[in-house]
């Protein structure tokens, strides 16, 4: 199957839910109306429900318990509300997909994005748009496994899906992978076009005069989230430092490997996505 023909197909790529798209729309707005959004939230009870669980958190430890949708949004902070949504959209037209452990995927991602919005914030890139991106940089993954089931199963018994040499083995296969296969889907629920671009370069971001730090960031995070689940010990990270994308944005190894131990994902973080 071609990438137009996996893009193209029945079921490939999942509808978003009208209120998340109202909401989404509203939260790109360059003035966001804070009562709508709040009646947006309290018109779907699961979103409305995970941003109170997110807003009673450890991560964030208010003084009171949070008890509404306006009192998180007022202390949370539009950001946060966004990439919530975001991953509630993204979260919701996802469950059970053959081959994927999904809460060790999730898990992943949520690590990816929180190591994107760290090094985003480094380089002076946008730090909300670097944890949307890295959020969703491997939904294509998820996307194939749909469409692609047999192949793809095949494929895991030689290089698992968050394997490190996931993408160029996919190619292989395919001449085509989960970053090309994920911008298509971004493109489809109308991303922010640098998070398309983002999503489409991220395994080779300074190639063919293509420069997208955004995709950089990508390619550093993952790297370094893939490089957990793989176990790697602190040897194994100096010797397959991405260096020369990490040089390309200006990060050394020592900022990259800062962050650890970074606030790495805890099952309480995942199970209030999934």
Not at 19 to 28: H, Q, V
Not at 117 to 131: T, V, Y
Request: some cysteine.
């Amino acid at each position: 199957m071609t990438l137009e023909e996996l893009l193209a197909s029945n079921g490939a790529l999942p509808s978003i839910p009208k209120i998340i798209a109202l909401l989404l729309n509203e939260l790109d707005q360059t003035e966001p109306d804070l009562r709508k959004i709040t009646q947006l939230i309290n018109t779907d009870p699961v979103l409305a429900s995970r941003l109170l669980r997110l807003a009673n958190s450890a991560q964030f430890q208010f003084s009171s318990k949070i008890s509404s949708a306006s009192e998180a949004l007022a202390l949370m902070g539009l950001d946060q509300v966004r990439s919530l949504t975001t991953a509630a959209a993204v979260v919701g037209a996802f469950t059970a997909i053959p081959g994927i452990d999904m809460h060790q995927f999730w898990r992943y991602s949520l690590n990816v994005a929180k190591l994107a919005r760290i090094l985003g914030g480094m380089i002076r890139q946008n730090q909300s748009a670097a944890f949307t991106a890295g959020l969703i940089h491997a939904i294509g993954e998820l996307v194939m496994h749909l469409g692609l089931s047999k192949e793809l199963a095949k494929l895991g018994q030689q290089v698992p899906p968050l394997g490190m040499k996931r993408a160029s083995a996919e190619r292989k296969l395919l001449g085509y992978c989960y970053a090309d296969v994920g911008a298509g889907f971004a493109r489809n629920w109308q991303f922010p076009q640098p998070i398309v671009d983002a999503l489409e370069h991220q395994c080779q971001p300074f190639e063919n005069d293509v420069y997208e730090p955004m995709a950089g960031i990508l390619h550093v995070a993952a790297w370094r989230a893939r490089a957990k689940e793989a176990n790697y010990d602190e040897q194994d990270l100096i010797d397959h430092f991405p260096d020369v994308v990490a040089l390309a944005l200006g990060i050394d190894i020592d900022m990259a490997l800062q962050q650890e131990p970074i606030d790495w994902t805890s099952k309480a973080e995942v199970a209030v996505l999934v």
